[in-house]
């Protein structure tokens, strides 16, 4: 399988889903 | 003198702060979003311009201002007295900002880290800073080149909690 990181626009897309991850660990620890 | 307060040294760390997450991530963001995707459409004879005098110079600026960050952004949190919230995520406090910041601190580590101990080490191999065979060489412009687009998507999360704490949490 293809490292999605070999990819700029995955990388970029991957960044946005671990934001939407992190806002929701946010508001479960806070 | 109201600039010899604390709260005035306080605004002047976080400005400092600022400038050197600028500088460090506008070059992460120069690599991965401009040289990185630039090099394969260099003539090879044009590409020494980039390998012996640009990269050389941007890795410089980049990891120092990854350093700098760092100090000031933990300076910082220890005069605005929740860096040790912070590290704990503020688990147990209740404190959504500390939370926040938290986790922006934590990701900001992860990615100084990246920056010291896999891009930088790694690097100098494929610029040939330090020697290495041809083999070693490819396998450390690996590491590097993953470890760089590791901080390229975790400055994404990493600057919603850096912002986010400032302005919202």
């Known amino acids: 399988m293809k490292n999605p990181l070999d990819s ?19 508001h479960a620890i806070a | ?3 010899v307060s604390l709260p005035w040294w306080t605004m002047a760390f976080r400005w400092l702060h600022v400038i050197s997450g600028i500088m460090w991530i506008g070059h992460l963001w120069y690599f991965n979003f401009v040289q990185t995707p630039s090099m394969p459409k260099i003539p090879d004879e044009q590409k020494p ?9 941007a890795l410089f600026w980049f990891r ?3 350093m700098a960050t760092i100090v000031t952004g933990l300076i910082l949190a220890g005069m605005n007295g929740y860096l040790s919230s912070a590290i704990k995520l ?10 926040a910041i938290g986790f922006g601190m934590w990701l900001g580590t992860i990615m100084w880290f990246n ?12 610029l040939g800073i330090v020697p290495a065979q041809p083999d070693e060489k490819k396998r450390a412009g690996r ?9 390229t ?7 919603y909690a850096m912002v986010g704490a400032g302005h919202y949490y």
């Open chain 1, 8 to 26: 700029l626009q995955s990388t970029v897309v991957l960044g946005f889903v671990l934001t939407v991850v992190l806002i929701l660990l946010i």
């Open chain 2, 1 to 3: 003198m109201e600039f």
């Open chain 2, 49 to 57: 311009a980039i390998t012996k005098f640009i990269a050389p110079t």
């Open chain 2, 64 to 66: 120092w201002g990854a």
């Open chain 2, 90 to 99: 503020g688990i147990g406090d209740h404190n959504p900002h500390n939370t």
């Open chain 2, 115 to 126: 920056v010291w101990f896999l891009i930088w080490p790694n690097q100098k191999k494929v």
């Open chain 2, 143 to 151: 590491i590097a080149g993953l470890a760089s687009r590791t901080n």
């Open chain 2, 153 to 159: 998507m975790l400055s994404i999360p990493m600057l």
